[in-house]
């Protein structure tokens, strides 16, 4: 779904980069409401776990392959406004070192697949939880449902805006059924690997996932033969918050395996988008990237030639580079919300 310099005229370019602006400035005031001190943690893990399973190419159709998008699993993990926040880190990464996605393209990146995937996984996943058992099980059901419909919202998405700015004239009909179609098979991969990492997380820390705090329902006790609602639960006990950095060294350890060892092992066949590129010509005008030179250009070390030894280097090194630049991101935002007036920590609850 990275979409490269060329597919989409310069107009258009510009205009999505300030949709893309715009819906980043207001993430960052967003997550100053979602960041605390457990999310904070968690957030540029989130980030660096998405850039490494984006390295894991499956097979969908005979030729094509897909890969986690990621704005459903971070909109669940850590909220909706930090979710944006997460991807657009990743989308960066990996166009500036990577040369993964256009430069001038990025603001077709972050708006498709930062944005309309996020939007649309975390309002369908808030509409599920609602209606559903206040159980795990719902959070993790919600959470593959979310993540299904997300990829194919974000085919949509670029069908649309390469009808308003594509630079070939080609049917849009024939672009968005092919477009729609493997996305959707994409999708199943996508809700698998969101919901197997969110049930995960549940299973091991309830309290470290945004999307299942406040579905529990207030303990009752009987008093003077009436019922009423028990008090609150007191802060997390310190050996529960110290535990926060056994879950993200975990979560590092695994990103790392992702995508220092298992990445060599991902389909090799061209993404739903490339494929759908090649076949119905919409790449005629693509431009080479402006950092095909870069060291780590194609998830390779430059002068490495062990394909194994490259690729898994160059997925460490992103791995250990996004997580650091999230980071970053989610702990400057944190101090400057515990440094406001008013701060308010949300109230902790289980599932």
């Avoid at 197997?196 to 579905?215: K, M, S």
């Avoid at 005629?284 to 280097?313: C, F, M, N, Q, W």
Wanted: aromatic fraction near 6%.
């Amino acid at each position: 779904m990275h979409v490269p310099d060329g597919f989409i005229n310069a107009p258009t370019s510009a205009i999505t980069g300030v949709v893309a602006a715009g819906a980043v400035a207001a993430g960052l005031r967003g997550a100053r409401k979602e960041l605390d001190e457990r999310t904070a943690p968690l957030a540029g893990l989130v980030a660096a776990f998405i850039f490494a399973v984006q390295m894991l190419n499956f097979p969908v159709a005979a030729g094509t392959s897909g890969h986690l998008l990621g704005g459903a699993l971070a909109a669940i993990l850590v909220g909706p406004w930090t979710g944006v926040l997460c991807v657009s880190v990743v989308l960066l990464m990996q166009g500036i070192l990577f040369a993964d996605g256009g430069l001038t393209a990025l603001g077709v990146n972050i708006t498709d697949m930062a944005i309309v995937t996020t939007v649309v996984a975390y309002a369908v996943f808030r509409g599920l939880v609602k209606v559903l058992p206040r159980t795990r099980r719902s959070v993790t059901v919600a959470s593959f449902v979310a993540a299904l419909l997300s990829v194919p919202a974000a085919a949509v998405a670029f069908t649309l805006i390469y009808w308003v700015g594509g630079t070939t004239d080609v049917s849009i009909g024939k672009v968005a059924t092919a477009m729609i179609g493997v996305h959707v098979l994409i999708g199943i991969g996508e809700a698998v690997i969101t919901a197997l990492t969110v049930g995960a997380v549940i299973a091991v820390r309830p309290d470290l996932v945004y999307g299942a705090r406040g579905l529990t329902q207030r303990l009752k006790l009987r008093v003077g033969g009436e019922l009423v609602d028990a008090p609150a639960a007191g802060p997390a006990p310190v050996a529960a918050r110290r535990s926060h950095r056994k879950v993200w060294l975990t979560g590092l350890a695994v990103s790392v395996v992702l995508a220092g060892f298992v990445s060599f092992y991902a389909s090799a066949s061209p993404d739903g988008l490339e494929k759908v590129a090649a076949d119905k010509g919409i790449d005629a005008k693509a431009e080479e990237h402006a950092a095909a030179d870069s060291p780590l250009a194609d998830y390779g070390v430059k002068d490495i030639t062990d394909a194994r030894l490259s690729g898994g280097l160059a997925g460490v090194i992103g791995v250990g580079v996004t997580v650091v630049a999230g980071s970053a991101v989610f702990w400057t935002i944190r101090r400057r919300r515990t440094a406001g007036p008013a701060d308010t920590a949300p109230t902790s609850t289980s599932v």
